[in-house]
């Protein structure tokens, strides 16, 4: 495929999953401004990134920090000055040895999932960046799979002890030096049908508003939720950030 079918491809699979975004959020009632397309860039070489750029997309999600670290120092030459008006996400699992890159090279974290960590995000943050906190969002196992990470959040509205463990948890991070805490995220089981995964969405969505109602001084505008498969659904029940890979870039190459 020549490089000028390719990018008129990825053009097309973006104005597919914007004209979709806006349909999800009509449908409901939101604005399409409301949601925001962050490209998951995973696996996918710089030149794919840059390409997605010529596409007006300015917010990528890495899961690899040292994949991403990569990728936003080649882009730094690839780009020149508009690497600047990008803007990257770690979505994925942080290591507490790796919090460190992680608040030097990224702007939003996910997956926030412990109080030990957010400290060292916020610490190493200050040392790097302390002209502008790492905006930071806390990872809620809401579907309650071993295979996830995140606060244990399977049954919060029923089960007061871990209700108590999660305001707490929350109550202890939100006004941490160097961060900001800016919302919830989370994982529906992979594969689903789309509509048995809202659940899990609304469970989110319902969490935050609790929170809000409970807690003084927090502020949580965005949810994260929401994957190539069941983004719409998502959207439907609150979704502020949709982490789409495959219907933007293809599958990926995991070798």
């Given at each position: 495929?020549?490089?000028?079918?390719?990018?008129?491809?990825?053009a097309a699979r973006f104005g597919l999953v914007r004209t979709s975004i806006s349909a999800a959020?009509?449908?409901?009632?939101?604005?399409?401004?409301?949601?925001?397309?962050?490209?998951?860039?995973?696996?996918?070489?710089?030149?794919?990134?840059?390409?997605?750029?010529?596409?007006?997309?300015?917010?990528?999600?890495?899961?690899?920090?040292?994949?991403?670290?990569?990728?936003?120092?080649?882009?730094?030459?690839?780009?020149?000055?508009?690497?600047?008006?990008?803007?990257?996400?770690?979505?994925?699992?942080?290591?507490?040895?790796?919090?460190?890159?992680?608040?030097?090279?990224?702007?939003?974290?996910?997956?926030?999932?412990?109080?030990?960590?957010?400290?060292?995000?916020?610490?190493?943050?200050?040392?790097?960046?302390?002209?502008?906190?790492?905006?930071?969002?806390?990872?809620?196992?809401?579907?309650?799979?071993?295979?996830?990470?995140?606060?244990?959040?399977?049954?919060?509205?029923?089960?007061?002890?871990?209700?108590?463990?999660?305001?707490?948890?929350?109550?202890?991070?939100?006004?941490?030096?160097?961060?900001?805490?800016?919302?919830?995220?989370?994982?529906?089981?992979?594969?689903?049908?789309?509509?048995?995964?809202?659940?899990?969405?609304?469970?989110?969505?319902?969490?935050?508003?609790?929170?809000?109602?409970?807690?003084?001084?927090?502020?949580?505008?965005?949810?994260?939720?929401?994957?190539?498969?069941?983004?719409?659904?998502?959207?439907?029940?609150?979704?502020?950030?949709?982490?789409?890979?495959?219907?933007?870039?293809?599958?990926?190459?995991?070798?």
């Amino acid at each position: 495929m020549s490089q000028t079918q390719y990018l008129t491809d990825l053009a097309a699979r973006f104005g597919l999953v914007r004209t979709s975004i806006s349909a999800a959020c009509v449908g409901v009632h939101r604005s399409p401004k409301e949601v925001t397309l962050l490209a998951v860039s995973k696996t996918h070489p710089p030149e794919v990134v840059a390409a997605a750029v010529s596409c007006a997309q300015t917010h990528f999600g890495e899961n690899r920090v040292e994949e991403g670290v990569r990728k936003i120092s080649v882009l730094k030459t690839l780009l020149g000055a508009g690497a600047e008006t990008l803007t990257w996400h770690m979505i994925g699992h942080v290591q507490s040895r790796k919090a460190r890159d992680v608040a030097q090279w990224f702007e939003v974290v996910h997956s926030v999932d412990s109080l030990k960590l957010a400290e060292r995000l916020g610490r190493f943050r200050l040392e790097n960046h302390p002209e502008r906190p790492l905006r930071v969002m806390l990872e809620m196992n809401i579907s309650g799979e071993q295979s996830k990470s995140g606060f244990d959040a399977l049954g919060w509205q029923d089960q007061t002890e871990k209700r108590r463990s999660l305001w707490e948890a929350v109550r202890q991070m939100k006004d941490l030096p160097g961060l900001q805490l800016e919302g919830l995220m989370t994982m529906a089981p992979y594969g689903a049908d789309p509509e048995l995964t809202r659940p899990v969405f609304r469970g989110l969505r319902l969490l935050r508003e609790a929170l809000l109602n409970d807690l003084t001084g927090l502020h949580l505008p965005h949810l994260s939720m929401g994957m190539t498969d069941d983004y719409r659904v998502a959207i439907e029940e609150g979704a502020t950030m949709v982490r789409i890979g495959r219907a933007l870039f293809g599958e990926r190459d995991e070798g």
